[in-house]
C-alpha cells in the first residue's frame, strides 16, 4: 500500500530526513494524510487541522501543500491522533483518526499507540512491519464540516511598530506587541 505518492520505504526515509528519524507515528500519519485526500473531491484547495502536535502535522507537511508557514494548517492540542483535510471556502471535508478499535488487531501497534510498552521495550521491527502490513485499515475516515474561524486564508492586518522594543508587529494586537506584554517565553 502506498503512502501517497511513495512505496512505504521511500516514505520512511522522508520522514527520516525530514523528522530526524522515521517515528512510527509519522510513517501511521502519512497513511491518514493520505487517506483524507483520497476523499477529497480532485483539484479542490484545501487546508489541514491536526488535533496533535506530535508527528501527525509532520506527515500533513509530506504529503500536502499546507503548513502552519503558509496558515494552511492549525494545529490544535486535543490530544487525539486525527487529521482533517477540508475544502478552504466550504469547510466541507474529511476526518482520519487512528482508531483504537482496529489497532488492537496489531500488538505491536497498539502497545505503541496506547503506551502499553516503553519505547526502550518496543520491538521497532515488528512494529513497522505492523504498520507496512496494515497501511490504512487501522483508520477511520468520516466527512466532516469544519466551522468559522478554520476555513480560509487569514490576511494580514495592519503592522505597527512596538514603543517598547521597537519590533512590527500585527496592529490588532493592541498599542504594544504581545512579547512585550508578557505573552514572549524567554526570561
Not at 527520516?16 to 494524510?33: R, T
Not at 471535508?93 to 496489531?106: A, C, I, P
Request: with cysteine; charged share 20%.
Amino acid at each position: 500500500m502506498r503512502i501517497g505518492p511513495y512505496s512505504f520505504e521511500e516514505f520512511k526515509e522522508r520522514a527520516a530526513a525530514f523528522h530526524g528519524y522515521p517515528a512510527p507515528g509519522l510513517v501511521l500519519g502519512g497513511y491518514m494524510v493520505a487517506m483524507a485526500q483520497r476523499s477529497l473531491p480532485s483539484g479542490v484547495l484545501f487546508e489541514a487541522v491536526v488535533e496533535t502536535t506530535k508527528c501527525l502535522p509532520d506527515a500533513v507537511q509530506l504529503l500536502t501543500p499546507c503548513s502552519t508557514g503558509n496558515n494552511r494548517m492549525t494545529v490544535l492540542q486535543l490530544g487525539r491522533y486525527a487529521v482533517a483535510l477540508f475544502d478552504k471556502h466550504s469547510g466541507e471535508g474529511f476526518r482520519v483518526h487512528l482508531d483504537v478499535q482496529k489497532v488492537r488487531t496489531y500488538p505491536a501497534i497498539a502497545d505503541w499507540f496506547l503506551k502499553r510498552a516503553a519505547k526502550a521495550q518496543q520491538n521497532t521491527e515488528q512494529l513497522f512491519s505492523e504498520i507496512r502490513t496494515a497501511g490504512d485499515t487501522v483508520c477511520t475516515v468520516a466527512p466532516v464540516r469544519v466551522r468559522r474561524p478554520f476555513p480560509g486564508h487569514a490576511r494580514m492586518g495592519a503592522i505597527d511598530v512596538c514603543p517598547r522594543c521597537g519590533e512590527a508587529y500585527p496592529k490588532e494586537d493592541g498599542e504594544m506587541c504581545r512579547g512585550c506584554r508578557g505573552e514572549a517565553p524567554y526570561s
